[in-house]
């Protein structure tokens, strides 16, 4: 069975971030420069932290490209840390003549403390590096390559930000999708947005921070994707796992989800139409393009909800390890506000699950064998 998966390493101050990632069909075209696009989008959205003007990300392909196409070998893929210089011995592998003050003090909200006990270490740095959300950058790198692979579906993956600090969208239509990243909230609705930006500006002013909710949507994914005998091989589940590995996020739902369950079941259900160069499809979409745990060929949708950031420039109360006396908490550079860019965390995740997915379901070591399969699959539904 065909697979693609992934894996990342590196630290947000270390030198660089490093991915792996294996299974990706030879033949494939993928260039520097699409990943790069997608790094910046990442970089994206008013209330970001000065780290972002630091840094420029950009990726360096090591391995798995050659003359712009895929080989089907292992992609090696990495994103410089360039603020990585303006922290000397802090994260040195060799021992270094003086160490660097040990972080003692967990932060609520974080993994510093969980971290910690988890791996019995002495000093929380080695967990606010690792868990910090700059891990996202070479995530979103891998994502870029599984979007590419969509692509040669007709596949395309978009999000937008629904709603920050409480101020939400009121015109939900998707016109103008493709171009929503000229919005610096990366919203569709520009009353919404100019209300969101003023109410970043007042929680910044207060040290305070803001979450929201983002709306990813995939256009062009094949229906019979994923599989109703397995928890596991669900697709509704794998998408849900995927979105809630983003830092931060802490709710998912797929088409009405909640909503939902304040409705009758005539509101809910999509009934089933028929058309000789469609095929089947659905009248309406409330369940977001899965069903059953499959996909249905219509478009996917998916919603996160993102906590506030947890780093706040007004200090909460903590305990600081070993001496447990009660203490506030530290401040580590952070943004206000980071939906917009976690939308395009959340693109990534879901484009490298469904294009796993995909792969799965239909196979192919080359795209040519990949595509060719697909269509196979499309005409035998037709004539069901």
């Known amino acids: 069975m065909s697979t693609l998966r992934y894996l990342t390493a590196g630290e947000s101050h270390g030198r660089q971030l490093t991915a792996i990632v294996e299974g990706c069909p030879s033949r494939l075209e993928v260039a520097a420069a699409d990943i790069d696009a997608d790094l910046a989008r990442r970089q994206l959205g008013f209330g970001r932290g000065e780290r972002q003007t630091i840094e420029q990300d950009r990726v360096q392909i090591l391995s798995g490209v050659r003359y712009g196409l895929t080989t089907g070998a292992p992609i090696t893929l990495v994103v410089e840390n360039r603020d990585a210089a303006n922290w000397g011995d802090v994260l040195s592998v060799e021992k270094p003549p003086a160490l660097a003050e040990p972080v003692r003090v967990p932060r609520p909200g974080h993994a510093d403390l969980g971290g910690g006990l988890l791996y019995d270490l002495p000093d929380l740095r080695d967990v606010i590096e690792r868990a910090s959300a700059r891990e996202t950058a070479v995530r979103v790198a891998c994502g870029a390559v599984a979007r590419r692979l969509l692509q040669v579906l007709d596949c395309a993956v978009y999000s937008h930000v629904l709603e920050i600090g409480g101020v939400r969208v009121a015109n939900t239509s998707l016109d103008g999708l493709a171009a929503v990243d000229d919005d610096p909230l990366r919203c569709l609705d520009r009353d919404a947005s ?90 309406t979409n409330c369940a977001g393009g899965v069903e059953g745990g499959m996909s249905t060929g219509e478009p996917i949708v998916v919603r996160a909800a993102m906590k506030p950031i947890a780093t706040l420039r007004a200090p909460l109360r903590s305990v600081e390890m070993g001496t447990h006396r009660a203490v506030d908490s530290r401040f580590e550079r952070s943004d206000v506000c980071a939906v917009p860019a976690a939308a395009v965390v959340g693109e990534a995740v879901l484009a490298l699950t469904l294009a796993a997915a995909a792969l799965e379901r239909f196979g192919g070591a080359t795209v040519e064998e990949f595509v060719d399969a697909v269509e196979a699959a499309r005409r035998r539904a037709r004539r069901l």
């Open 194 to 283: 100019e209300a969101m930006q003023a109410a970043v500006v007042a929680a910044g002013a207060r040290g305070d921070t803001l979450g929201g909710v983002f709306e990813a949507v995939v256009f062009g994914y094949p229906a019979g994707v994923g599989s109703y005998v397995q928890a596991d091989r669900r697709l509704g589940a794998r998408l849900a796992a995927a979105v809630m590995s983003v830092p931060a996020v802490k709710g998912v739902e797929l088409g009405l989800g909640f909503s939902a369950s304040r409705l009758a079941g005539s509101e809910v259900h999509d009934p089933i139409a028929y058309d000789e160069e469609r095929g089947y499809y659905r009248e």
